[in-house]
């Protein structure tokens, strides 16, 4: 599968918990086909401290998700949607929005 969800991307969820929310993409990994996004899929990391007495902390942080339960929102006409990819004259990959061509 082509992955065409770059860093920085907004993107919405499609399913699972987090469906609907909307938020900006930090991480890619298209090996995995998984992605990070801001504030979505939020897990608790335990920390257990050495000290006693204290109790452990815990740390918020999101996790991967699989990149099929996400969509693009286009900045130009701020709809989820398909990426088109298109090569341009002069060679480079070009990315349009479906539903109104702007590219992205
Ligand atoms: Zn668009």
Known sequence: MKI???KNDNVIVLSGRDRGKQGKVTQVFPKLGLLVVEGINLRFKHLKTRQRGRTGSRVQYAAPLPIAKVSVICPHCGKPTR???QIGSDGQKIRLCRKCSQSM
Do not use: G, Q
Request: glycine letters at 0%.
């Open 83 to 85: 990426v088109k990819i």
């Open 4 to 6: 065409k969800v770059k």
